[in-house]
């Protein structure tokens, strides 16, 4: 039986993941001192978002990538509601033990391909605990899809998405805050996910070439022009004096 993905939300994960998604608990990083930058609201990225022409059929596929830990899921799932109920494909559902980060061929089959043809994408989600591939979700060709996850912006998915955001905190301050989220339980776990991101983004970096940055700060979340940003990409921040807008 095929279940149907309408809304942004999980349905297995890895052991790591709480009933809350990641960052829910976490203190918001001060990194980033509050400055006067050009910033939008999330209702302003949604609706340019949606403007945006589709890149992958008749979907405007939006990738929300950064470091593990960093609340890519969190800010995604803002978003997506901030869309109306955008579906969300997390890539945890599509990685697995064996294959953390070797998993482009199996996205571009189950879900690149029909979603590219206008059809329904249909997916076998991973299951961390059971360590198997449970029943199929069907992902709908919907005017908005956002996949999220490390590694959404490789190399291979680039030339099918509409923007790249990535979730900017670093990436100790990013697993800092995974470690302390899922305690000792996980610590191997841990070891082993931070060695294999680090060849990833070693090998196939995604900063690069985000479009947009998204900055929490205390007060909520800033989006800004990334260093991929082109002349178009950059009409999505707007330019305004004084604070940007926190949300």
């Known amino acids: 039986m095929v279940q149907k993905v309408t809304t942004a939300g999980r349905f297995h994960g890895k052991p790591t993941h709480r009933t809350t998604s990641p960052g829910d608990s976490t203190t918001p990083t001060e990194?980033?001192?509050?400055?006067?930058?050009?910033?939008?609201?999330?209702?302003?990225?949604?609706?340019?978002?949606?403007?945006?022409?589709?890149?992958?059929?008749?979907?405007?596929?939006?990738?929300?990538?950064?470091?593990?830990?960093?609340?890519?899921?969190?800010?995604a799932g803002r978003l997506a509601r901030a869309l109306g109920g955008a579906p969300v494909l997390h890539l945890d559902d599509i990685a697995s033990h064996e294959q953390l980060f070797a998993w482009t061929g199996r996205l571009m089959t189950q879900v690149i391909e029909p979603l590219a043809r206008g059809e329904d994408a249909h997916y076998t989600p991973y299951d961390w605990r059971a360590r198997a591939f449970g029943d199929p979700l069907a992902l709908p060709p919907a005017p908005v899809v956002l996949i999220e996850g490390v590694g959404a912006g490789r190399r291979a998915l680039r030339p099918h998405l509409a923007r790249l955001l990535w979730m900017e905190l670093p990436p100790e301050e990013s697993w800092g805050r995974g470690r302390r989220r899922d305690g000792a339980e996980?610590?191997?776990?841990?070891?082993?996910?931070?060695?294999?991101?680090?060849?990833?983004?070693?090998?196939?970096?995604?900063?690069?070439?985000?479009?947009?940055?998204?900055?929490?700060?205390?007060?909520?979340?800033?989006?800004?022009?990334?260093p991929g940003a082109t002349p178009d990409a950059g009409q999505c921040v707007t330019q305004r004096d004084g604070p940007s807008p926190m949300w």
Request: glycine share 10%; proline share 9%; no cysteine.
């Open 31 to 75: 990194r980033h001192p509050r400055h006067h930058t050009p910033g939008i609201t999330i209702h302003d990225l949604a609706a340019r978002l949606h403007g945006l022409p589709p890149s992958l059929g008749p979907v405007r596929l939006i990738a929300v990538d950064g470091h593990a830990g960093s609340g890519k899921s969190t800010f």
């Open 186 to 226: 996980q610590r191997a776990f841990w070891d082993g996910w931070v060695a294999a991101e680090r060849a990833h983004f070693a090998a196939d970096p995604s900063r690069p070439h985000a479009d947009l940055l998204v900055l929490q700060r205390q007060e909520g979340y800033e989006v800004l022009p990334g």
